[in-house]
């Protein structure tokens, strides 16, 4: 009803002559109804004016009540036009205005025209009247008075079953309004009251609807009937009202209700069982509690399936009956507790039917479980209590009562119980936490029973293994082993329960180091001497694997245990004893200590001070969430690291030793153990435990003097000593990296000047997987240690100057992150010497970006993305000139005097676009720039160029796009007549994208005349297409601009580059030209690199020092393309679907 008011309201307006209104809106149509309401309309509007009143809606109300008053003169059209007047103005008065016995006197008349009219009065007639009546009632009448709105209340409550669906509704609507309005609980009560009678006079019906189910009669047959639909309307009715009714009223509903249940199912369970449910949730428990009995004899016998109850039903039943408890719980949990068993045992029924429904059970069963059993009162009950069975807390009862119908219905059972059935029980466990060993010891042992008849193939044993899991979570690893022991036969050497040994795996948390030391080593050394006595080899094999399975359990137990600061002293001496001895326990000794050192550091610090745990992948799959226990204090905590950190200098050694001597892949565990115990242990002990490293190998001699970092290293004398230990030296100078990169992270000054000087010695050798180690190493020095990076920036770039890449993509990616890092501390710094190395890895960087080969184009691809983004963070902590400082240094080489430079800038530039297009506004120099490089000759140039354009109208706003529109339709049109190397087609789909973008007419009228009809030909191409699907298709995935020309292709290109470069290519050397163009890119380009480098004092410094002036170089640029007639082509991008550096390659 609000809606139509509001709809009503916003069509027509009280301010002005609502006659007016009307004849505007309907004079014109042709609908009878409709001239019949502008008619009443003005013949209202006359009589009002013959009485000099004014033309307002209270008056024109009066004006038609006067008129319905007399209704048995009126035809029905009549009446509906009246009433419908009438539905349009009574919205549209305001309250007070009616006075309360106007209003009561109007309802009486618009009572009369509905039972006077009979059937004379059309669905919408009755309708508006509804409507209007309730109106008046909820604003009107006097709600305090149940005289004053009862006539209406009734009338509405009684159309509120009426077989019109239209009429149904709108006195719903109505009804409920008036209800929400009521002001008195007396009224209230009254108004509830009425509403249960009614229930009560309908209840023979529900008696008929389900005697003509049982007689076998058709239930469409026995709905036809109009009473037995109104009992279905009724009962909708009742689940709207039911947060309004009074409180005894809903009681005594609810015992009508149930009567109808307690009859055979028919087609009235599902309503009742709506109205019932919305009885439980909108009641307080006082409403239950009296007819408790009833409401689960009624309901329970639903709960099961069968022939008459179909899984709706069930289902829905279930939920009614854990709706119940749960309200009785709130108030009486013994009675609770008394009807818990009678629905658990129906509920079980359930949890073993199909999927779907098994599915549903286990919710209703885990929620009724949460909601009935308190684990905090458990955890008070003294342990001597349960044990003499003399506990009468609610709580315990209730968990007992559910833990013995699920022991009685597994003991009937020789399978394994399905995946819900396991996970109801699973969540039991976990609830009851310890107090699951005195409830649930018989499930325990029946579950380990099925575990030990069952194949270890069967399918259904992983749900098995979990809900066995949740118990060892609950209950800890001793309790469980007290119930189902791992022990070795001396007689036939077979192992009892050895399935336990993964899932304690898998599941242990919270335990004692003590106990893993007391009783699973001895166990494990057990099988060890077994395994030398049996004289079976399968059998000594399975022996051997119980022997690691139980040392394996080491992880386990150092999740969180409950007394390191009491136990790991005894331990760390077990480990490394261990360690000298069992290569086999590496991995898990090396897993343990990063648990052990992490977890209690997560309780002091934040989580991006932690050391990463290197996993086995099975450490982390816990049954249940347990990042919200906390298990241990800030005390703690404290006391753990301490006594860890007392052992770390010891186990340090020894897992230095270990590496040193173990395979390379045992590496990657080792070295996050040594990570981890190099930030709890002192700076002092760990620089001398990697000097003495540096003795052992003797590798000490070969840095100099390693207190300080050196300028410039003998490489020739390295050299030199190389040729007599070449292959010693490269695998100790692999160890030793690999040793300095666990120790980057805590290091001091000193330590990290060492760290630095190894690195230094491992980049100048020629082992290019020592270098990959050494570059990562070199880049988490960068990285967390910024003073470093500042005081060093010069010596570091040295270095790296100095050392030539290679093709190896891991190399390239771990240089090009260090030249991260090194790129932005120089713009932040934005010193002069600084900025000069910057251009050094840009060189590099922007040369990469041509390579022939795909990886190597990836890797600078994604430095230029990192660089950007990094940059554009620090550009919004800080201010906007880092990122402007970095752009405008790319910008700068558009003014050099390479093809293949300028190329390469236009392709960075595009990845820049793509990534964030607002730089072509923030930035308003570059877009006329790149469109500059469109009077080159150079195809290269203008190939990447209209890529760039591309990517620039594909990835702009069409406004964007709209400004720039006339400067790219002047430059891209002048290639549009060259139809090699796809020019012709590029310019086709830039021109398409505009055309999307921007319109038709926009791009026609920027176009010169010269190129009218080829713009003609490509609009009519445009709606040729046969869908947008293909216009997407050709603006999406062109031909990509740089490819690499392979077989008789790449000779004939190879010809035409060598007569088209000309004579001013000083950066390419003659012997590149004898080489395949894309390979003299991978090999020379960092020697480009250097001759750049080398002649940074004269004309190349010049012309790579910036963007500024670029006016100021257009004269040498025309001088230098008169000399290039056509330019070598570069390598080409592969086309790709992935986004990122790919999707810009298919743009551009």
């Known amino acids: 009803m609000d809606g139509e008011i509001a709809e009503t309201s916003q069509i027509f307006h009280a301010n002005s002559d609502i006659c007016q209104q009307i004849l505007t809106r309907y004079s014109h149509s042709s609908a009878a109804q409709h001239r019949h309401l502008c008619a009443t309309a003005a013949a209202t509007r006359s009589i009002i004016q013959s009485s000099s009143l004014p033309l307002t809606p209270i008056s024109y109300f009066a004006a038609t009540i006067t008129s319905l008053s007399s209704s048995k003169s009126l035809d029905s059209t009549a009446l509906a036009a009246l009433t419908s007047f009438l539905s349009i103005i009574i919205p549209l008065i ?122 076998n009669r058709s239930t469409n047959d026995a709905m036809l009937n109009p009473d037995h639909q109104e009992a279905l309307h009724l009962l909708n009715v009742m689940k709207l009202a039911v947060p309004y009714l009074y409180v005894k009223i809903r009681t005594r509903t609810l015992s009508q209700l149930l009567k109808i249940l307690k009859s055979p199912c028919s087609a009235l369970t599902r309503p009742v069982f709506e109205v019932v449910l919305a009885i439980f949730v909108n009641s307080e428990p006082e ?96 342990s001597q209590e349960m044990e003499d069975k003399s506990v009468h807390n609610e709580d315990f009862i209730a968990a007992k009562s559910i833990c013995t119908v699920f022991d009685n219905v597994l003991k009937t059972w020789c399978q394994i119980p399905n995946q819900h ?60 082993l007290a119930l189902i022991p791992i022990s070795l036969e001396e007689k036939d050497f077979s192992c009892s329960n050895s399935w336990l040994i ?72 077990l480990l490394i004893t261990f360690l000298k001895k069992d290569s086999f ?3 898990n000794i090396a897993i343990s200590l990063q648990e052990l050192i992490n977890q209690n550091k997560k309780v002091l610090a934040s989580d991006e001070e932690l050391t990463e745990v290197q996993s086995t992948g099975i450490i982390n799959e816990f049954v249940v969430d347990l990042k919200a226990r906390n298990f241990y204090s800030r005390k703690i905590a404290k006391k753990n690291l301490k006594v860890l950190a007392s052992c770390s200098k010891e186990l340090l050694q020894a897992l230095v030793n270990v590496l040193f001597e173990s395979p390379p892949e045992t590496h990657k565990h080792l070295k996050g ?29 070969y840095m100099g003097d390693h207190g300080k970092v050196e300028r410039e290293t003998n490489s020739s004398g390295d050299k030199e000593q190389g040729g007599a230990i070449s292959v010693g030296t490269d695998t100790k100078r692999h160890l030793i990296l690999d040793l300095a990169s666990c120790f980057v992270d805590a290091s001091d000054e000193d330590l990290v000047k060492l760290l630095f000087c190894v690195i230094k010695c491992a980049l100048q050798a020629t082992d290019e997987f020592g270098q990959i180690e050494a570059y990562q190493t070199l880049c988490r020095i960068l990285e967390k240690h910024s003073w470093f990076c500042s005081s060093q920036f010069e010596v570091v770039m040295d270095l790296l100057s100095g050392v030539k890449s290679s093709a190896n993509i891991e190399l390239l990616k771990s240089r090009f992150a260090c030249f991260q890092t090194l790129l ?85 530039l595009s990845v820049l676009v793509y990534n964030d297009p607002d730089i072509c506004l923030t930035v308003p120099d570059m877009f006329p720039s790149v469109m500059e490089l469109l009077h080159s000759k150079a195809i290269e140039i203008i190939k990447a160029v209209l890529g760039f354009v591309k990517v620039f109208v594909s990835c702009l706003k069409p406004n964007d796009v709209q400004n720039f529109l006339p400067d790219i339709v002047d430059g891209i049109l002048r290639w549009s007549s060259v139809s090699r190397h796809h020019f012709k087609t590029k310019v086709t789909v830039i021109l398409e ?156």
Not at 345 to 372: C, K, P, T, W
Not at 526 to 537: C, D, G, P, R, T
Not at 1044 to 1063: A, D, F, I, L, M
């Open 94 to 215: 305001n309250r007070g205005e009616i006075r309360q016995d106007k209003a009561e006197d109007a309802v009486r008349v618009l009572v009369g025209v509905v039972e006077d009219s009979g059937s004379n009065l059309g669905t919408s007639s009755v309708r508006a009247v509804v409507k209007s009546l309730g109106i008046l009632v909820t604003d009107f009448c006097n709600l305090n008075d149940w005289k004053s709105v009862e006539l209406g209340f009734e009338w509405l409550l009684k159309y509120c079953i009426d077989k019109r669906p239209k009429v149904r509704k709108c006195a719903q609507d109505c009804l409920f309004a008036v209800f929400k309005s009521l002001g008195s609980s007396a009224v209230s009560k009254k108004a509830s009251k009425l509403i249960y009678l009614l229930v009560k006079e309908h209840m023979p019906l529900t008696s008929e609807i389900t005697t003509a189910e049982i007689i």
């Open 673 to 701: 153990a040594l990570g981890c115990l190099v930030s709890i242990c002192d700076s002092s002990e760990t620089k001398q435990t990697f000097m003495d490293s540096l003795k052992k190998f003797q590798l000490l001699e």
């Open 502 to 573: 993964p899932i304690l795996k898998k599941n242990i948390v919270g335990s004692s180091l003590q106990f893993f030391m007391e009783q699973i080593i001895p166990l494990a050394e057990s099988f060890e001497q077994a395994s030398l006595k049996v004289k079976k080899s399968v059998i000594g094999r399975d022996l051997q694997a119980y022997y690691r399975g139980c040392w394996g359990l080491l992880p386990a137990f150092c999740r969180q245990p409950s007394d390191t600061y009491q136990s790991f002293g005894t331990l760390a001496n």
């Open 287 to 382: 409403v239950i509690v009296p007819i408790a009995e009833d409401i689960f004899e009624s309901i329970v016998p639903y709960i099961s399936l069968g022939e008459k109850n179909p899984v709706e039903t069930s289902v829905f039943a279930a939920t009614l009956a854990k709706t119940a408890i749960s309200k009785l719980r709130d108030d009486n949990l013994h009675k609770s507790v008394t009807y818990f068993p009678l629905v658990t045992e129906s509920l079980i029924g359930l949890l073993s039917s199909e999927a779907n429904i098994s599915s549903q059970a286990a919710n209703i069963f885990r929620e009724l479980i949460d909601h009935l059993i308190d684990e905090k009162s458990l955890l008070a009950i003294k």
């Open 824 to 908: 932005i501390q120089a713009i932040m710094r934005n010193l002069d010497e600084e900025n000069s190395k910057a251009f050094l890895i840009l060189n590099e960087i922007i040369l990469t970006l041509k390579d022939s080969n795909e990886e190597g184009r990836k890797v600078a691809y994604d430095a230029i993305n990192a660089l950007s983004s990094k940059l554009r963070k620090s550009s919004e902590a800080t201010c906007d000139a880092p990122y402007q400082k970095f752009l405008t240094m790319i910008i700068g080489y558009l003014s050099g005097s390479s093809p293949h430079i300028k190329s390469g800038v236009v392709s960075a």
């Open 993 to 1148: 994208i505009m055309m999307r973008k921007c319109g038709v007419p926009s791009v026609k009228s920027l176009t010169p005349e010269k190129y009218k009809d080829y713009v003609q030909g490509v609009v009519m191409n445009r709606r040729g297409k046969t869908s947008s699907k293909e216009i997407e298709s050709s603006e999406t995935k062109p031909d990509n601009p740089d490819s690499v020309p392979t077989g008789q292709h790449k000779r004939k290109r190879e010809e035409s580059t060598k007569n088209e470069e000309g004579p001013g290519r000083p950066w390419k050397r003659k012997d590149d030209r004898k080489q395949p163009f894309g390979k003299s890119i991978r090999k020379t380009g960092h020697s480009d690199h250097g001759n750049l480098r080398n002649k940074r004092q004269g004309h190349d410094k010049r012309n790579y020092s910036g963007g500024k002036n670029l006016n100021d170089k257009k004269m040498t640029k025309k001088k230098h393309q008169e000399n290039i007639r056509r330019p070598a082509v570069a390598s080409k991008f592969s086309k790709g679907k992935k986004v990122g550096w790919k999707t810009v390659n298919q743009l551009a």
């Open 421 to 480: 059935f396991l996970s109801v029980l699973a969540h039991l466990f976990l609830k009851l936490e310890d107090a699951s060993e005195m409830l649930m010891e018989g499930i325990i042992l029946k579950l380990a029973d099925l575990m030990n008849a069952c194949s270890s193939g069967a399918s259904e044993i992983i749900h098995l293994q979990d809900c066995i899991g949740s118990a060892v979570v609950a209950m800890g690893p001793e309790k469980i």
């Open 585 to 587: 326990m590496l991995e």
